[in-house]
């Protein structure tokens, strides 16, 4: 099976949508940012175009998301590779904004004539994507210029995006092109490759001569950098296109997707705007008793709306006045009628064979608005709950770490079965938080009575030395030529220790969930301000039992550093084998790397989850301990489940003790960590 170009770096995937989108857009970011090389960019899902989100000092890019909309999760590498290239496309005009290369846009009094806004807006950005997609990353990161070619050429199989050079061939082998036309045909030799003889074999010489010219100034342009004289450069783009007509409506077809949405504003009936006569009304506005609202109109429409708002009267009148102007025709006496008549042809708004500049302006903007897909702002549309969903997922930092406990454990096949379910297994991400209280209960002082003890048995005092720190009452021997006049502390087992306090949040703990929290805030609160020490505290449950029984979502409560504590709700089920397995994984990316690892798991029952999975706790535990030098203890409160008794003791060994309720925990970790840190 061949690979994508995304599948080289990508390796974090979820069947979940929101997650998937989350890790879509991490990715991203980086690997933009490392070939790039251009410092940080702040990417993002959303929904305004680029000209809203780019420009001045900020490296904004925002990311397409129309590539994905109907793509299954995990996304395929083909969609993420296009996905990549817009947003490499996107940076490039960030890059090129920092570094006030672009070309400026003309004032008002510096366009050529007949050259609208839209128009040199759809210039400038032709000119800049050629330059983006050929030039910017060549020497640095061509790799970027390769999945630009893979955006573009997913926009060319899009209905609403390709160019029909077919149709382009058509209408200038009959002479019908126009301005727009021109433009598109360049945009499809510059950005898209149709650039070979055989494609443009069939055009005609004035046609491929235009294009050559073009094609000569992109040249001039980039190899300039656009460091070129704008007005000069617009100047001669405009000169070579003025020749062709303006584009009509007829030029743009409707994407599927719109609706008909140009056609819906004809139908409006709106009077103050002229173009809902043209296109939708028969009949003119109320509030323009002069009709000048018809000016514009196409001469088959102006011959409709004669022959349906016309009066029989009128009819008559201009068939006698039709008879009078041919008897004054064979009179000679004609030039006064064809003064009238020229006039009367102007007010029914018969198409000038003279392009007429400012007229219909709202509609040719649209035309050329249009004519770039990067300049549709529909492609980065999220559905409103999507991105709700994928807010929510960075905001709690939310991870599918399913894929990355498969692999951990890939060697001893404890979690194969994960491999057959189209469904995300293990979910992480940050509880609500709640502040930490800086509080001295009994845990917190028994945690520093520990360290207390610690400190006294594994400090040795050396004194009478001949280095460290001067001991004032051996000075009378530096008369004596004795330089022993020194004393020092060493401490014998510094500590460089890692934590996790792993505790089930299964529905049986909801009656005694407030003294479980109270009682890992204080385990937190103690552990964290100790040297040598980091500290996590993780609490699982799962969405319920059944079909998915062996999904987990593991709650990040508390790591080092941070000022407040989580908390989550106790519910579902007990997915023990699921949680352990990512402990691993998640102590290396929360904690970092340490000589000694810990695990106490905190738990009120036995995993349910055993048989789904076909591992055991026990080996679980056993490769926890020689592949990752991580202890691991369990403190179970089961009451009167004398059963679950038996095969938590059998799991766990001599790293197992039972509790008969939860207010016998605070004692039973007080004891467990002394005798770690200090007896052992």
């Given at each position: 099976?061949?690979?994508?170009?995304?599948?080289?770096?990508?390796?974090?995937?979820?069947?979940?949508?929101?997650?998937?989108?989350?890790?879509?857009?991490?990715?991203?970011?980086?690997?933009?940012?490392?070939?790039?090389?251009?410092?940080?960019?702040?990417?993002?899902?959303?929904?305004?175009?680029?000209?809203?989100?780019?420009?001045?000092?900020?490296?904004?890019?925002?990311?397409?998301?129309?590539?994905?909309?109907?793509?299954?999760?995990?996304?395929?590498?083909?969609?993420?590779?296009?996905?990549?290239?817009?947003?490499?496309?996107?940076?490039?005009?960030?890059?090129?904004?920092?570094?006030?290369?672009?070309?400026?846009?003309?004032?008002?009094?510096?366009?050529?004539?007949?050259?609208?806004?839209?128009?040199?807006?759809?210039?400038?950005?032709?000119?800049?994507?050629?330059?983006?997609?050929?030039?910017?990353?060549?020497?640095?990161?061509?790799?970027?210029?390769?999945?630009?070619?893979?955006?573009?050429?997913?926009?060319?199989?899009?209905?609403?995006?390709?160019?029909?050079?077919?149709?382009?061939?058509?209408?200038?082998?009959?002479?019908?092109?126009?301005?727009?036309?021109?433009?598109?045909?360049?945009?499809?030799?510059?950005?898209?490759?149709?650039?070979?003889?055989?494609?443009?074999?069939?055009?005609?010489?004035?046609?491929?001569?235009?294009?050559?010219?073009?094609?000569?100034?992109?040249?001039?342009?980039?190899?300039?950098?656009?460091?070129?004289?704008?007005?000069?450069?617009?100047?001669?783009?405009?000169?070579?296109?003025?020749?062709?007509?303006?584009?009509?409506?007829?030029?743009?077809?409707?994407?599927?997707?719109?609706?008909?949405?140009?056609?819906?504003?004809?139908?409006?009936?709106?009077?103050?705007?002229?173009?809902?006569?043209?296109?939708?009304?028969?009949?003119?506005?109320?509030?323009?008793?002069?009709?000048?609202?018809?000016?514009?109109?196409?001469?088959?429409?102006?011959?409709?709306?004669?022959?349906?708002?016309?009066?029989?009267?009128?009819?008559?009148?201009?068939?006698?006045?039709?008879?009078?102007e041919n008897d004054k025709d064979d009179d000679g006496s004609s030039g006064e009628s064809e003064i009238g008549a020229d006039k009367d042809e102007e007010q029914?708004?018969?198409?000038?064979?003279?392009?007429?500049?400012?007229?219909?302006?709202?509609?040719?903007?649209?035309?050329?608005?249009?004519?770039?897909?990067?300049?549709?702002?529909?492609?980065?549309?999220?559905?409103?709950?999507?991105?709700?969903?994928?807010?929510?997922?960075?905001?709690?930092?939310?991870?599918?770490?399913?894929?990355?406990?498969?692999?951990?454990?890939?060697?001893?096949?404890?979690?194969?079965?994960?491999?057959?379910?189209?469904?995300?297994?293990?979910?992480?991400?940050?509880?609500?938080?709640?502040?930490?209280?800086?509080?001295?209960?009994?845990?917190?002082?028994?945690?520093?009575?520990?360290?207390?003890?610690?400190?006294?048995?594994?400090?040795?005092?050396?004194?009478?030395?001949?280095?460290?720190?001067?001991?004032?009452?051996?000075?009378?021997?530096?008369?004596?030529?004795?330089?022993h006049l020194y004393e020092k502390r060493d401490i014998k087992d510094s500590l460089d220790i890692n934590v996790c306090i792993l505790c089930d949040m299964s529905?049986?703990?909801?009656?005694?969930?407030?003294?479980?929290?109270?009682?890992?805030?204080?385990?937190?609160?103690?552990?964290?301000?100790?040297?040598?020490?980091?500290?996590?505290?993780?609490?699982?449950?799962?969405?319920?039992?059944?079909?998915?029984?062996?999904?987990?979502?593991?709650?990040?409560?508390?790591?080092?550093?941070?000022?407040?504590?989580?908390?989550?709700?106790?519910?579902?089920?007990?997915?023990?084998?699921?949680?352990?397995?990512?402990?691993?994984?998640?102590?290396?990316?929360?904690?970092?790397?340490?000589?000694?690892?810990?695990?106490?798991?905190?738990?009120?029952?036995?995993?349910?989850?055993?048989?789904?999975?076909?591992?055991?706790?026990?080996?679980?535990?056993?490769?926890?301990?020689?592949?990752?030098?991580?202890?691991?203890?369990?403190?179970?409160?089961?009451?009167?489940?004398?059963?679950?008794?038996?095969?938590?003791?059998?799991?766990?060994?001599?790293?197992?003790?039972?509790?008969?309720?939860?207010?016998?925990?605070?004692?039973?970790?007080?004891?467990?960590?002394?005798?770690?840190?200090?007896?052992?």
């Amino acid at each position: 099976m061949t690979k994508s170009l995304s599948d080289f770096w990508r390796t974090r995937r979820s069947y979940n949508k929101a997650i998937e989108m989350k890790t879509v857009l991490e990715d991203l970011k980086a690997f933009i940012e490392m070939a790039a090389d251009e410092g940080n960019f702040n990417v993002s899902w959303g929904t305004t175009s680029r000209q809203e989100h780019g420009g001045g000092t900020e490296k904004n890019v925002v990311l397409s998301y129309i590539p994905l909309a109907d793509v299954p999760t995990p996304f395929s590498g083909e969609a993420v590779d296009v996905v990549a290239g817009f947003a490499a496309h996107e940076a490039g005009h960030r890059i090129r904004d920092q570094r006030g290369q672009p070309v400026r846009l003309l004032s008002d009094s510096e366009r050529p004539e007949g050259m609208t806004v839209s128009a040199e807006r759809l210039i400038r950005n032709i000119l800049e994507d050629a330059y983006i997609d050929h030039y910017l990353y060549v020497s640095k990161a061509p790799v970027l210029g390769t999945y630009i070619r893979h955006g573009r050429d997913w926009d060319m199989a899009q209905s609403r995006y390709a160019i029909d050079s077919e149709e382009l061939k058509a209408k200038a082998q009959s002479e019908e092109l126009t301005k727009l036309d021109i433009l598109r045909l360049w945009i499809k030799y510059e950005l898209y490759g149709f650039s070979s003889a055989e494609e443009l074999k069939d055009f005609p010489d004035s046609v491929l001569g235009t294009l050559l010219s073009l094609a000569e100034i992109t040249d001039t342009y980039c190899k300039k950098k656009g460091l070129v004289d704008a007005v000069a450069m617009y100047e001669s783009i405009w000169g070579e296109i003025k020749g062709y007509a303006q584009p009509s409506k007829e030029d743009t077809q409707p994407s599927p997707d719109s609706g008909g949405e140009q056609s819906d504003d004809s139908d409006s009936g709106d009077g103050e705007d002229t173009q809902g006569v043209a296109f939708g009304t028969d009949q003119p506005p109320e509030d323009n008793p002069d009709g000048d609202s018809n000016k514009g109109n196409s001469e088959g429409e102006d011959a409709e709306e004669d022959e349906d708002g016309e009066s029989e009267e009128d009819r008559n009148e201009d068939e006698q006045d039709g008879d009078d102007e041919n008897d004054k025709d064979d009179d000679g006496s004609s030039g006064e009628s064809e003064i009238g008549a020229d006039k009367d042809e102007e007010q029914r708004g018969l198409p000038d064979p003279v392009d007429r500049p400012g007229e219909d302006t709202a509609e040719m903007d649209a035309l050329y608005d249009a004519a770039l897909p990067c300049q549709d702002e529909e492609r980065h549309v999220i559905p409103e709950s999507l991105s709700q969903a994928v807010e929510d997922a960075i905001v709690l930092d939310k991870e599918d770490i399913t894929q990355s406990v498969i692999e951990e454990f890939k060697d001893e096949h404890f979690f194969d079965a994960m491999l057959d379910q189209y469904h995300s297994n293990i979910i992480v991400e940050k509880a609500a938080t709640i502040t930490l209280p800086d509080q001295d209960d009994m845990v917190s002082r028994s945690i520093r009575q520990i360290f207390n003890f610690r400190k006294r048995r594994k400090t040795r005092h050396s004194r009478g030395t001949e280095e460290g720190t001067v001991s004032q009452t051996r000075l009378y021997r530096a008369g004596m030529s004795d330089m022993h006049l020194y004393e020092k502390r060493d401490i014998k087992d510094s500590l460089d220790i890692n934590v996790c306090i792993l505790c089930d949040m299964s529905s049986s703990v909801a009656s005694s969930q407030d003294i479980l929290s109270q009682c890992v805030n204080s385990l937190a609160l103690g552990l964290s301000r100790r040297k040598g020490v980091k500290v996590c505290a993780l609490a699982y449950n799962s969405p319920g039992l059944g079909g998915k029984g062996n999904d987990v979502h593991i709650f990040r409560l508390f790591e080092t550093g941070d000022k407040k504590v989580g908390f989550c709700k106790a519910d579902g089920g007990t997915p023990t084998v699921a949680a352990i397995g990512a402990v691993p994984g998640l102590m290396r990316k929360l904690l970092g790397r340490a000589n000694d690892n810990l695990l106490i798991h905190i738990t009120d029952g036995y995993a349910h989850d055993e048989q789904y999975l076909k591992t055991s706790i026990a080996d679980l535990i056993g490769v926890l301990a020689k592949k990752y030098n991580i202890d691991t203890y369990c403190l179970a409160i089961l009451r009167d489940h004398v059963g679950q008794a038996v095969l938590l003791e059998k799991a766990y060994g001599k790293s197992y003790e039972g509790l008969n309720s939860y207010e016998e925990l605070p004692e039973a970790l007080t004891k467990l960590l002394y005798n770690l840190l200090v007896t052992s």
